[in-house]
């Protein structure tokens, strides 16, 4: 089974860096993949993924958001019909840091999820609680995934990106142990779905070792803009 691994570039580049790296470290970090063993998907942002998808449409791109709306008048927002024309294949949704920052619902999550199903692009939902949500943390993930799944089909692939807030850019990542206690709480509470379970936060080669057995890949923040880390964490899972 392929590990998934999606890299979360959020807003840490200006276009002309993101290109740079797209044409200095893409290439060794492409190598070090096995086309047998890992799918790479980089999701920079909406202003690079036009260069990417074209120069280097043998690999596979992500997006870091979409508009709940396919049209209209929603100033600011990125439609799923531009991802689609892109070729974008994953997009994520419920980022913490969009519903953090920018107050994104469950439901507002479950509308993109929905629209983005509809033109075949893989939804990657995210999930997590905060560092105050740890003794409620079943509750948390269970609203977070109850109110999102009903825009699944059977058929439809449920990817979930567990990533516990607290974890993210702090360099604090769960035990190996709490870590699979909640994977069998998310797979229970996702029943029948088909579905991927990724972890992420603070993911470097030492967790990608420790974690890669039991989930399906990788959600990269910070590694994934360092290529040398990137590749180790390729060569662990
Ligand atoms: P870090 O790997 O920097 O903790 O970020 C994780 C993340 O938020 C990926 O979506």
Redesign the pocket.
């Known amino acids: 089974m392929k590990k998934l691994l999606?890299a979360?570039w959020?807003m840490q580049l200006s276009h002309e860096e993101a290109c740079t790296w797209l044409e200095k470290e893409l290439p060794s970090v492409h190598e070090t993949l096995s086309f047998t063993e890992h799918e790479l998907v980089i999701c920079p942002s909406f202003t690079e993924l036009p260069y990417a998808t074209s120069l280097f449409e043998h690999l596979v791109w992500g997006a870091q958001d979409c508009g709940a709306e396919e049209k209209g008048a929603y100033t600011g927002d990125v439609s799923v019909l531009s991802l689609k024309d892109l070729e974008v294949r994953y997009t994520?949704i419920g980022?913490?840091?969009r519903r953090r920052y920018h107050g994104e619902t469950n439901e507002l999550v479950r509308k993109k999820a929905t629209l983005l199903l509809k033109h075949h692009i893989h939804p990657v939902l995210?999930i997590g609680e905060a560092a105050d949500q740890i003794p409620i943390r079943r509750s948390i993930l269970q609203e977070q995934l109850e109110s999102v799944l009903p825009a699944f089909t059977s058929d439809d692939l449920c990817i979930i990106?567990y990533?516990p807030v607290w974890?993210?850019?702090?360099g604090k990542v769960p035990s190996q142990e709490d870590l699979r206690i909640i994977l069998e709480l998310i797979r229970e509470l996702l029943g029948d779905h088909k579905h991927l379970i990724l972890y992420?936060?603070?993911?470097q080669e030492a967790q990608a070792k420790l974690f890669s057995p039991f989930v399906d890949g990788f959600?990269?923040?910070?590694?994934?803009l360092k290529s040398e880390e990137l590749k180790k964490i390729i060569l662990s899972c």
């Open positions: 999606i979360n959020k994520l980022h913490s840091e995210c990106a990533e974890s993210i850019g702090s992420g936060g603070s993911v959600l990269l923040g910070t590694s994934s």
